[in-house]
């Protein structure tokens, strides 16, 4: 129960729906308490009037509620049929009234749990936005989807239902335990006697309902990560005929998940009955008790007064065996909103300043010193890495696989910060600067593209707050991808697709790179962007980038070395440490060096080299 004390400050938020919709469950409980007592009056009046076979007139009177006892001043003269038909119209308007006010508990306190899971939701899509990639990359998509969707919703189960039930509880046994106990308080204690068996039994029950319910939660994570990844890479299965193997996988999945459903199916399903049997016990037990003073003429018992304990014991009788359900609910709650607290309490590695400084970010950018080991697997990225950028600068980064080459764009996004040394921009340490600043003024085009499920249009301009259809027409030319969307059926307005899965390799990246050119950012960062297109399709971009990259800056990772693209400096890694540096003449005059041995291989094959520039 202490996990769902995050939710406290929601109800908080909207206290006022919530004391109302407790005040609206008093109050339709309020005039199902009075019904008993109308029966009760109505009985005992009949045979008094009646003066029928065996009834003994009260030596005290009952003492019921305020209303009910000006109902009976009102009565008292009137004929016994005529009593009976308005008892009856008293105790429909009675009905009546519960179910208005019924209807408006749910109003209040079920709409309440709906802003709540809307709330929440917000709230955990908000804090996975800011958590870091080294979060992501040890946390399964699946297991994010389910916590916000499947476990969000078991907690709104809590905030709304859960809680009309326990208020309901609490409201219906306080009134008719108090209206019993004010009738005969001895009866009142017999009748309730099976109750503590009913609370030990619900006590541990809830801690096998509890223990089963974190289990059975973190097996649907599996099973919807197993399924969200056989989703994403239905064509690797498909090519690979593994259909049958991921069928296999899934099912053992499904079938732990299954088991444990149905073990905690099995012990709700052992619960319930036992609630019920207890409550017909108390029935009977009412009856019995009640019988026998009767007959013996004890505590001024009459059938009246039975007929009203019968009715307040079936009125217990949904609150009590709800307890059961209550208890599930809030149980399963506790579990799901501890597995949200555990991401809600992860705090972000990469932090905003305290005082975060603005950057005007032209291009000069400072490695000095840099160190970097992969916080998931321990591998060191870069060691003692230094380089000095200037503005309008083109650097290429060159390397084998493996070498930190794409480590550099992700420091300098700040995914990532180092472990020692610092990174500069404009003399600013980028950990100083206000990051969403930061982000906006650099242009990164990654190596894995990834497109949204939304039109050409909307993915070329996801990075604008003010968008224009003329923008990503100009952005798209510069990619060399225009023409091919305007041979599209919509054009612009062409929904791609999951991650872009209706155009071909070349054309995301192109798109991909139409995103970063129309940021028009201070930075521009490549990584291998252009190895899905044809070699006529590479000029005509780089071309474009020539005139694109004139007065800006630009760190272009690469393998291949461009003719049309002349850099500054090109930098050569191996294990996250510079081991060749220099202009191209400067690097393929070095004898045996990395980059001549590339660059010589790159003649023999046939590839694009003049005035050679990686890119890696």
């Not at 204690?189 to 289990?215: G, W």
């Not at 709700?268 to 009977?284: D, K, N, Q, V």
Request: net charge neutral; hydrophobic share 45%; glycine share 6%.
């Amino acid at each position: 129960m202490n996990h769902l004390k995050a939710v406290n400050k929601y109800f908080w938020k909207y206290r006022y729906r919530l004391g109302l919709g407790i005040l609206f469950v008093f109050l339709s409980n309020y005039f199902n308490v009075l019904v008993p007592q109308i029966t009760g009056f109505v009985i005992d009046f009949v045979q008094k009037s009646l003066n029928l076979p065996g009834y003994k007139p009260k030596t005290v009177q009952p003492d019921y509620d305020g209303l009910v006892d000006k109902f009976i001043e009102g009565v008292q003269s009137a004929k016994a049929a005529n009593v009976v038909i308005l008892c009856g119209i008293i105790i429909l308007a009675l009905a009546l009234l519960r179910g208005f006010f019924l209807f408006l508990m749910r109003q209040t306190i079920i709409v309440m749990s709906r802003h709540i899971e809307y709330d929440q939701k917000n709230e955990v899509f908000n804090h996975y936005q800011k958590l870091d990639m080294a979060f992501y990359k040890k946390n399964s998509t699946g297991d994010l989807m389910n916590r916000i969707a499947e476990d969000v919703s078991r907690v709104r189960m809590y905030t709304g239902p859960a809680l009309m039930y326990l208020v309901n509880l609490v409201s219906v046994i306080f009134l008719s335990v108090f209206f019993m106990y004010k009738r005969d308080s001895l009866l009142t204690l017999y009748v309730l006697a099976p109750l503590p068996v009913l609370a030990v039994a619900i006590y541990y029950v809830n801690n096998t309902i509890h223990k089963r319910s974190e289990k059975i939660q973190s097996l649907l994570s599996d099973l919807t990560t197993n399924a969200q990844e056989s989703y994403s890479g239905i064509r690797v299965i498909k090519s690979f005929v593994q259909e049958k193997a991921m069928l296999g996988f899934f099912t053992k999945n499904s079938e732990e998940y299954r088991k444990n459903a149905i073990g905690l199916a099995k012990v709700e399903a052992i619960y319930f009955p036992a609630i019920t049997l207890l409550i017909g016990i108390s029935t009977l037990v009412t009856i019995m008790i009640g019988g026998i003073y009767y007959i013996r003429g004890m505590h001024n018992i009459g059938i009246d007064t039975i007929v009203e304990f019968v009715m307040y014991v079936n009125m217990l009788t949904f609150p009590v065996s709800a307890i059961g359900l209550t208890a599930s609910m809030i149980q399963r709650a506790a579990a799901s909103q501890k597995r949200l607290n555990e991401f809600l309490d992860t705090k972000p590695v990469i932090q905003e300043p305290e005082k975060p400084l603005k950057i005007n970010l032209q291009g000069n950018i400072l490695f000095r010193n840099v160190n970097f080991v992969y916080p998931d697997t321990g591998i060191p990225a870069l060691k003692d890495f230094n380089l000095h950028i200037k503005k309008g600068e083109k650097v290429a980064i060159v390397g084998r696989t493996g070498s930190g080459k794409t480590t550099i764009a992700q420091l300098l996004l700040r995914m990532y910060d180092v472990r020692s040394g610092a990174i500069e921009a404009e003399s600013i340490d980028i950990r100083q600067a206000e990051l969403k600043s930061l982000r906006e003024q650099i242009s990164y085009v990654p190596q894995d593209v990834f497109l949204f499920s939304e039109t050409i249009e909307n993915n070329v301009l996801f990075g604008l707050q003010h968008t224009s259809r003329e923008l990503a027409v100009k952005a798209a030319a510069q990619a060399s991808v225009d023409k091919e969307i305007e041979r599209l059926p919509q054009q612009y307005e062409t929904q791609i697709g999951e991650r872009g899965v209706t155009l071909s390799g070349g054309q995301k990246q192109r798109i991909s790179i139409a995103r970063a050119l129309v940021k028009d950012p201070g930075l521009v960062i490549f990584d291998d962007c252009l190895s899905a297109v044809d070699a006529r399709t590479e000029k005509e971009i780089i071309g474009h980038l020539n005139e694109y990259l004139e007065d800006k800056t630009a760190i272009i990772i690469t393998h291949r070395m461009f003719s049309l693209l002349s850099f500054d400096k090109i930098v050569v890694l191996e294990e996250g440490e510079i081991i060749e540096q220099g202009t191209h003449r400067e690097l393929v005059a070095i004898p045996g060096g990395y980059y001549a041995s590339l660059y010589a291989r790159q003649q023999e094959t046939g590839g694009d080299v003049s005035n050679g520039t990686p890119n890696s």
